[in-house]
């Protein structure tokens, strides 16, 4: 008696390329779920350490995936960072570094005063000369000819060109602003730690979940 056999190998190269292409995917969406993860995580940290006057600038600015992972393009990497708006130093707040100006000065706000009643950490901005009021130059009191004007304000504030804007209360004067020609800005966010613990994680997960999706779904068929 003799049996014949034939092997078809058609069909098994067939499923072996789509799970080849099955897991090209995986590996694409796993990236990019973990660059999502990233984010999210870099914007809920940023949120916790600072007090942001536009919250919606700043989330977007404090992750910003481009590009994603893509299959189409053969490109099975991504990349998150910080923007790069102009005038935004929110990458200051992780290496720490110089605040570029473009006048002489820089106004800092009091935190706790007027100007940042409730700021944890101060931001700077431009000088609110306009907000608060300041409509009158006069010399300081006994002061001598070509010593500095004070702008004088409502309410008992006055600003001192060079020096900052203050508030005379009783007895006491206080300052809201501070002008500074040099402003360091501290390394307040751990971005890049943050960034490869999430992602490292994530990558792990999503790349567990997609590879057994993939190979479920090539088994199937």
């Not at 306009?130 to 009191?141: I, Q, S, Y």
């Not at 057994?212 to 199937?220: D, K, L």
Request: charged fraction near 30%; proline fraction near 5%; glycine fraction near 10%.
């Amino acid at each position: 008696m003799q049996i014949n056999m034939r092997w078809d190998n058609v069909a098994l190269i067939r499923r072996l390329e789509k799970g080849e292409r099955r897991l090209g995917f995986a590996a694409v969406n796993s990236v990019n779920f973990g660059l999502k993860e990233i984010k999210k995580a870099e914007q809920e940290h940023v949120l916790r350490t600072l007090t942001i006057r536009r919250p919606d600038f700043t989330l977007r600015e404090i992750a910003v995936i481009k590009p994603f992972a893509s299959a189409g393009q053969a490109r099975a990497f991504g990349e998150v960072s910080i923007g790069r708006k102009a005038r935004s130093f929110l990458g200051l707040f992780v290496g720490g570094g110089v605040k570029e100006h473009r006048g002489k000065n820089v106004a800092i706000p009091v935190t706790g005063e007027e100007a940042r009643p409730t700021f944890r950490t101060a931001q700077t901005f431009p000088p609110l000369v306009k907000r608060l009021k300041f409509k009158r130059p006069r010399r300081k009191r006994g002061g001598k000819p070509g010593a500095k004007m004070v702008l004088q304000g409502a309410e008992g504030r006055f600003l001192i060109p060079g020096e900052g804007i203050f508030r005379r209360r009783g007895s006491q004067v206080r300052a809201i602003i501070i002008y500074k020609p040099v402003v360091r800005i501290r390394p307040t966010l751990k971005w890049e730690e943050i960034a490869r613990r999430v992602g490292e994680r994530a990558l792990r997960e999503g790349m567990e979940r997609e590879a057994i999706n993939a190979i479920a779904r090539t088994g199937g068929r």
